[in-house]
């Protein structure tokens, strides 16, 4: 069965510092990888999805994720971190051609000054 | 206007009442999409929708129902309220041609007392 793991539950960096939030996800063909992220009271807003070509992909607010299919993994990057980036960041896969999306259990981003 | 919409945004009610949840949406988007989000758990689905007469249990159906009055229109009732149903709720919807990205409404935040 598909599933997404995000191992980090909580991550504290400090503003201007780059960031890394890693995810993994199990999965039997070529997935469709998703980054949400939800700022407080907020709903969920799409960062940046991966479908095919470029293991590299550019999403909004500088951030960036990269595929490796060797590490089954999608971790999301942002060079320098702003406080405005504080908030709970989601991973997801697209189940295949279900329509469905499997969400990992989120890590939640704290940036100090 | 946001394109995905909830009412309400926040609601408290008491044990045993039957309370409903409304999405709607102006994407023109087929599917629509109930889910509910824990802390630690991340998202959850609740039920789907392919279009008006296509209703499916996701994981955590059991105490929820659904009704797709309409394309743009997905709610989703619980028929009798009971306190593990505190959570916050998303409605989501996507198109069969967007490769799965799913777009996201604001959430409604259910304390069941």
């Known amino acids: 069965a598909q599933s997404v793991t995000q191992p980090d539950i909580h991550i504290t960096v400090s503003e201007g510092a780059s960031l890394e939030l890693r995810c993994n996800y199990s999965y039997g063909a070529t997935p469709y990888l998703f980054w949400y992220v939800q700022s407080p009271g907020q709903g969920l807003q799409l960062l940046l999805k991966?479908?095919?070509?470029?293991?590299l992909v550019q999403g909004i607010k500088g951030f960036e994720a990269e595929f490796k299919r060797s590490q089954s993994s999608f971790n999301l990057r942002k060079p320098s971190v702003h406080w405005s980036d504080a908030a709970e960041y989601f991973c997801?896969?697209?189940?295949?051609?279900?329509?469905?999306?499997?969400f990992g259990q989120g890590t939640t981003l704290q940036v100090k000054p | 206007d946001a394109d995905v919409t909830q009412t309400p945004r926040n609601r408290i009610t008491k044990t045993g009442k039957r309370i409903m949840l409304e999405c709607s949406q102006t994407k023109g988007h087929d599917r629509m999409y109930w889910y509910r989000q824990d802390p630690g758990l991340g998202l959850r689905l609740i039920y789907y929708?392919?279009?008006?007469?296509?209703?499916n249990k996701g994981e955590i159906s059991d105490g929820y129902s659904v009704s797709r009055q309409a394309q743009a229109k997905f709610s989703l009732s619980l028929e009798s309220a009971i306190p593990n149903q505190t959570a916050l709720y998303f409605c989501?919807?996507?198109?069969?041609?967007?490769?799965?990205?799913?777009?996201f409404g604001p959430g409604t935040r259910l304390l069941v007392l």
């Open positions: 989501a919807t996507s198109g069969w041609d967007s490769q799965e990205t799913q777009y």
């Open positions: 997801a896969v697209g189940a295949g051609n279900t329509g469905k999306l499997i």
């Open positions: 991966y479908f095919s070509g470029d293991t």
């Open positions: 929708s392919f279009d008006v007469k296509d209703i």
